[in-house]
C-alpha cells in the first residue's frame, strides 16, 4: 500500500479494500521546472498539441474549418449508431449497479465518510455538469423541438428533409408539446448523465479505494496492467486533455455570446435593424441585415472578466472557491425557478413537468432506437451530436464528480449523479420549456421563438413581471456557471498533467485557467471557434470506445472489491 506522501494528497482507504499492487509511485515521471510538478510527457504533448491547432486554426482558417466540418460530419453522422448504441449501455450499466450487490461498496473503503454535505455535493457536480447548458438550452430547445414537431414532416427524393422527432406531429399543438418536451428530456436525463457516472465512478473506484493516481489511465490497469504507465496511459491522458481545454474554450466563447447578448437586451442602446445597437459604446446586438457587424470587443472583455474572476476561485482553492460559487449559483437559479413557476402558474406547470415526463418515459425506447429510423436530421443532428458532446466532455466533469465524491456508496453515488440531476433537468426545462410554448401556443407571443438561441430565454422573460431583475439574474448565472466550470476545469486539467498529484502547486492551476481564457479568446478573435467545435465534437468517438472500456473495468474493479469486503 501507498503512503500518504506517494499518494500525493488522494487518501489511503480506510478499512477493507482490494488495493492494487504495483511499483509505480504518483508522480514518478514528473519533472518540476521553474518550481512546478508536471507530469513528463503528457504537459508537454498537450500544451504543445494546443499550441500548435491554435495556429492551424488562425493560419489556414478556410482549410481547418472544411477538415473539421468534414471530420464533424463524418462521426455524427457515420457513426450515429454507434453514439446511440454505447449510451443505451452506459444507462442500463448505471441502473444495474443501483439495483446490484455492488451498490454497497462505498468510495474510499468501508470506513469512509462524504467529505461534503448533500448540499455542497450536489451543487458542485451539478454547476460542474450542466449549469451552463440549461440556462442556454433551457427556453431555446424545447422550442426548436416544438416548433418541428409542429410542422409536421417533409420528403424530397425519398428521404425525410425536417427536424422533428420520430414521427412529429403536424398541426397538433398538445401532440407536438409532449414530443417536443420528450425529445428535450432525452438529450438532458438519464443518457448524459449516464456518460458522466461511468466515468466519475471510475476514477473514483481506481483512486480511492485501489490507490491509484487520479488519472483517467487508472481505470483501465485491470485492462492493460503496467502498460498504463506508459505510453497507452499517455495516450489517454492527453486526449482527456485535449477534450476538456477545447471543450471549455468552445463554451467560454458560446457562453460570452449569450451574456453579450443579454446585456445588450437589457441595457444596451439604439437600434438593432439600424446596425446602431450597443453595449456601453460597443456594437453588438445588431441584426445581420443591418450590414453592421457585431465587435469582439465586449466578448474579450467577458471572457477576460470570467478568466480573472476564475483566478480567484483557484486560488482560494476547492472548498473556498468552486463549492461556495456553486451553492450560490444553485441559490440563484432555484430562485428563478421558482419565480418563473409561480408567474407561470404552478398548477399548470407542475402539471406540464409530470406530463412532460410522463412523455419522455413513453417515448424513452423510440428516441433510444439506434436502428431504422426516418428522422435522420433529428438523430444524427441532434441526438448524435449531444453524446458525442456529453463524452467529450466526461473526462472534464467525471473527474470533477470524482473529487469531490469520496466516502459515497456507489448506490448512493449512481442514484446522485443519475436520477436526481435528471429530475431536476425535467423540472427546469418544463418550466421554462413550459412557459415559453405556452406564451406562443395560448397568448400569440412568438418573439421568444423567433429570437436566435442565445436572445430565447430573455425574450421569454421578458414577458413576465420583474422582466429587467429576472433577466439580470440570468446573465449573473451565465457568467458564474462559467467561472466554475473554468476553475473545475482548470484542476481537472491539473490534475492529469501532474501525473495524478490533487496537491500540486496552485500556479499550475493558475496556468491553465489562464491558458483556457487565452485560447478562447484568440480562437474568438481569429474565427476559428467552430472548428474548435467541430475538434471537441470529434474527440468523442475515440472516448465512446475508452468508455465501453471503462464498463468492463468498473465491473472487474467492484467485483474484486466485494470479495476483499467479504
Known amino acids: 500500500m501507498a503512503d500518504e506522501n506517494t499518494n500525493q494528497g488522494i487518501p489511503e482507504p480506510e478499512g477493507a479494500s482490494d488495493i492494487i499492487e504495483t511499483e509505480y ?3 514518478q515521471d514528473n519533472v518540476s521546472p521553474f518550481g512546478l510538478d508536471i507530469h513528463n510527457p503528457v504537459f508537454f504533448i498537450s500544451g504543445l498539441a494546443i499550441v500548435v491547432f491554435v495556429f492551424y486554426a488562425l493560419a489556414l482558417p478556410e482549410q481547418a474549418n472544411s477538415v473539421f466540418d468534414w471530420l464533424f460530419a463524418s462521426v455524427t453522422k457515420g457513426f450515429d449508431w454507434f453514439f446511440l448504441s454505447a449510451a443505451n449501455i452506459f444507462v442500463l450499466f448505471c441502473l444495474f449497479l443501483i439495483v446490484s450487490p455492488f451498490g454497497s461498496i462505498r468510495l474510499g473503503g468501508v470506513d469512509a465518510r462524504p467529505d461534503y454535505s448533500y448540499v455542497g ?49 403536424g398541426g397538433d399543438e398538445a401532440a407536438a408539446t409532449r414530443l417536443g418536451m420528450a425529445a428535450t428530456i432525452f438529450h438532458w436525463g438519464l443518457h448524459p448523465w449516464a456518460i458522466y457516472a461511468v466515468v466519475a465512478l471510475a476514477l473514483a473506484l ?34 482527456a486533455v485535449f477534450a476538456t481545454l477545447f471543450g471549455l474554450a468552445t463554451s467560454l466563447g458560446f457562453g460570452a455570446e449569450q451574456a453579450a447578448s443579454g446585456l445588450t437586451f437589457l441595457y444596451g442602446s439604439g437600434d438593432a435593424v439600424e446596425g446602431t445597437r450597443s453595449f456601453i459604446g460597443i456594437p453588438y446586438g445588431n441584426t445581420e441585415e443591418s450590414g453592421t457587424e457585431n465587435s469582439s470587443t465586449l466578448l474579450v472583455l467577458l471572457i477576460s472578466a470570467i478568466t480573472a474572476v476564475a483566478l480567484v476561485s483557484v486560488i482560494r482553492g476547492l472548498d473556498g472557491g468552486v463549492k461556495v460559487l456553486s451553492e450560490i449559483n444553485m441559490g440563484l437559479a432555484g430562485l428563478l425557478l421558482v419565480f418563473t413557476l409561480f408567474v407561470g402558474g404552478p398548477v399548470f406547470l407542475l402539471t406540464f413537468f ?28 441532434w441526438t448524435s451530436f449531444y453524446w458525442a458532446w456529453w463524452i467529450s466532455w466526461s473526462p472534464f466533469v467525471g473527474m470533477f464528480i470524482a473529487r469531490v465524491s469520496r466516502g459515497r456508496s456507489v448506490r448512493e453515488f449512481v442514484i446522485c449523479v443519475l436520477l436526481i440531476p435528471s429530475l431536476v433537468c425535467v423540472l427546469w426545462m418544463s418550466v421554462f420549456g413550459g412557459t415559453a410554448i405556452s406564451q406562443v401556443v395560448n397568448d400569440g407571443y412568438e418573439a421568444a421563438q423567433n429570437a436566435s438561441l442565445e436572445l430565447k430565454l430573455f425574450y421569454m422573460l421578458d414577458q413576465l413581471p420583474l422582466a429587467t431583475i429576472t433577466s439580470t439574474i440570468g446573465i449573473i448565472l451565465v457568467i458564474v456557471f ?38 478562447a479568446i484568440v480562437l474568438l478573435v481569429g474565427g476559428g471557434l467552430a472548428a474548435l467545435q467541430s475538434a471537441v465534437i470529434s474527440t468523442g468517438l475515440p472516448f465512446t470506445l475508452v468508455l465501453l472500456l471503462m464498463c468492463w473495468a468498473i465491473f472487474r474493479g467492484l467485483q474484486s472489491e466485494r470479495r476483499e469486503i467479504k
Request: aromatic content about 14%; some cysteine; hydrophobic content about 45%.
Open 206 to 239: 481506481f483512486s480511492y479505494n485501489k490507490g491509484l493516481p487520479l488519472t483517467l489511465r487508472s481505470a483501465f490497469y485491470p485492462i492493460f496492467g503496467d502498460a498504463v504507465w506508459g505510453w497507452t496511459g499517455h495516450v489517454i491522458d492527453t486526449l
Open 354 to 381: 409530470a406530463d412532460s415526463l410522463w412523455a419522455y418515459l413513453q417515448n424513452l425506447i423510440p428516441l433510444s432506437n439506434p436502428f431504422g429510423r426516418e428522422d435522420t436530421n433529428f438523430m444524427q443532428g
Open 482 to 519: 462559467f467561472v466554475t466550470s473554468s476553475d473545475s476545469g482548470s484542476l481537472v486539467i491539473d490534475t492529469i498533467t501532474a501525473g495524478g498529484k490533487v496537491d500540486a502547486p496552485v500556479t499550475q492551476r493558475v496556468f491553465w485557467c489562464v491558458f483556457e481564457g487565452a485560447v
Open 121 to 169: 455535493w450536489f451543487a458542485m457536480l451539478f454547476a460542474a455538469g450542466m449549469g451552463i447548458g440549461l440556462m442556454f438550452f433551457g427556453v431555446s430547445e424545447p422550442m426548436s423541438h416544438f416548433s418541428s414537431s409542429l410542422g409536421g414532416t417533409s420528403m424530397e427524393d425519398g428521404v425525410r428533409t425536417d427536424w422533428a422527432p420520430l414521427g412529429a406531429a
Open 25 to 27: 509511485e504518483v508522480g
